[in-house]
T-cell receptor, first 114, second 114 residues
Framework: DVKVTQSSRYLVKRTGEKVFLECVQDMDHENMFWYRQDPGLGLRLIYFSYDVKMKEKGDIPEGYSVSREKKERFSLILESASTNQTSMYLC?????????????FGPGTRLTVT | AQSVSQHNHHVILSEAASLELGCNYSYGGTVNLFWYVQYPGQHLQLLLKYFSGDPLVKGIKGFEAEFIKSKFSFNLRKPSVQWSDTAEYFCAVNAYSSASKIIFGSGTRLSIRP
């Protein structure tokens, strides 16, 4: 079974702090994704990566950056956390090719910014 | 821009009732289609998927979905729901032009009365 793990289930940070969310997958997937999940809005893509050191902006990249130094690890960085970044953050990974789109999700990190 | 619409935000049913959740997408080319489910306190997981072939696909736990290309729809069905089906359901679409990215609908919360 594919396993996607996230470093924290719950996180509370103060406004202005730098926040790191870590995600690790164990199935050698090429693609990794960061989403935020908000009630009534579904999942919105923040950033994704097709390969090591490669990243592309999703639909809502403002206020976020990412890092992918190793294939199995994809980090989301909030440079200066703000209260409107309080949300559930989901990491996912997937193969490419014909199975494209079938993503495997981690348990999520619920981030509260006060 | 590509989009996915889920018509029902919250559906309440009694056990043994039949279920149909609507999903429409706006993209004219080749697509892969998915339904994901998030049970309370659990992470998002794949319920079923359509890549090609028979437009009626079966997933886990007795769910099925029908791809109707002419209607740009991929509705989810189950003939008889159980209390354990209480969850949030997300329709998602991967357009071939978007590589491995998928677009999620806003989700439908399903509540089953015992």
């Amino acid at each position: 079974d594919v396993k996607v793990t996230q470093s924290s289930r719950y996180l509370v940070k103060r406004t202005g702090e730098k926040v790191f969310l870590e995600c690790v997958q164990d199935m050698d997937h090429e693609n990794m994704f960061w989403y935020r999940q908000d009630p009534g809005l579904g999942l919105r893509l923040i950033y994704f990566s097709y390969d090591v050191k490669m990243k592309e902006k999703g639909d809502i990249p403002e206020g976020y950056s990412v890092s992918r130094e190793k294939k199995e690890r994809f980090s989301l960085i909030l440079e200066s956390a703000s209260t409107n970044q309080t949300s559930m953050y989901l990491c996912a990974s997937s193969l490419g090719g014909g199975q494209r789109g079938e993503q495997y999700f981690g348990p999520g990190t619920r981030l509260t910014v006060t | 821009a590509q989009s996915v619409s889920q018509h029902n935000h919250h559906v309440i049913l009694s056990e043994a009732a039949s279920l149909e959740l609507g999903c429409n997408y706006s993209y004219g080319g080749t697509v892969n289609l998915f339904w994901y489910v998030q049970y309370p306190g659990q992470h998002l997981q794949l319920l079923l998927k359509y890549f090609s072939g028979d437009p009626l696909v079966k997933g886990i736990k007795g769910f099925e979905a029908e791809f109707i290309k002419s209607k740009f729809s991929f509705n989810l069905r189950k003939p008889s729901v159980q209390w354990s089906d209480t969850a949030e359901y997300f329709c998602a679409v991967n357009a071939y032009s978007s590589a491995s990215k998928i677009i999620f609908g806003s989700g439908t919360r399903l509540s089953i009365r015992p």
